[in-house]
């Protein structure tokens, strides 16, 4: 296929991670499905009740649409809303990280284990113990220890979690008006991968001139959601999105989970 072409069409897919397995590329997205829900900030009109799997054997190569890898209706916590996921390989297994409300309306975020990239996944049974928000993104260090980065502000509730317990009251704030942005999340992964092996902390990322964390009005380079960490030349290079503003930024830090240094806004994001 052309690379200027969508990968698929028969379904709507968004947010997808992408990694190397077995010589392939294995895509991640999350799949919407057409509803009646008018559109809000809550994000609604996301319904998105399960997850394909997609392969190449390289970039630009066949696609493979590996069909229902996860759905909601195996999820025994899960409401509604299986948003942007990721994967990881750790210990000869294939582990599938989604958020998800439970039955309360709260995000959570799961995970699921397959023997093979494509899926099916099994779901836990309950999601990851002290999980919030969206768009978890998985990394694997190269000395084999995981990390586990997300949230996001507005529809993703990160804005309720600023005092470490869920706040509803603090839902229609969206976001901070003023003062420090709101920080994305990491916490370290279990050697199983089920499970936090570290309390939750919240990434600071500095401004470059003032060494100060970027302000909660500086919408071209605050984090919003879309979390993403790789490492190059030994350095942590974390990228996301600024949401409303439709940047893409990286950042860079010396270690999977120190305060990070914003570097620039490296690409716009056109809808």
Known sequence: MATDQPLVTHIFTADPSAHVFNGKVYVYPSHDVKTDIQ??????QYA????????????????TDHGVALSADQIPWVSKQLWAP??????????LYFPGRDHDGIFRIGVAVSDVPEGPFKPDPKP?????????????????????????IWGGQLQCWTKGTYDKDAYP????????????????LNEHM??????????????????????????????FEAAW???????????YSTGDSHFLCYAIGQTPRASIEQVQ?????VI
């Open 173 to 188: 704030n969206m976001e901070a008006s003023s003062g420090p942005a709101i920080g994305p999340r990491v916490a370290k």
């Open 194 to 223: 089920h499970s936090f092996a570290s309390p939750i902390h919240e990434i600071q990322i500095l401004d470059p001139a003032t060494k100060e964390p970027i302000s909660a009005s500086d919408h071209d380079r605050r984090f």
């Open 128 to 152: 990851i113990e002290g999980s919030y928000s969206i768009d978890p993104a998985s990394f694997v260090d190269e000395d084999g220890e995981a990390y586990l980065y997300f949230g996001g």
């Open 229 to 239: 960490m790789h490492k190059y030349q030994g350095k942590y290079y974390f990228s």
């Open 86 to 95: 990721d994967a990881a390989f750790k210990n000869g297994k294939y582990y």
């Open 39 to 44: 559109d809000n900030d809550n994000g609604d």
């Open 48 to 63: 998105m009740t399960d997850y394909h799997v997609l392969s190449m054997p390289s970039i630009g190569g066949p696609v």
């Open 265 to 269: 806004s490296v690409a716009h994001n």
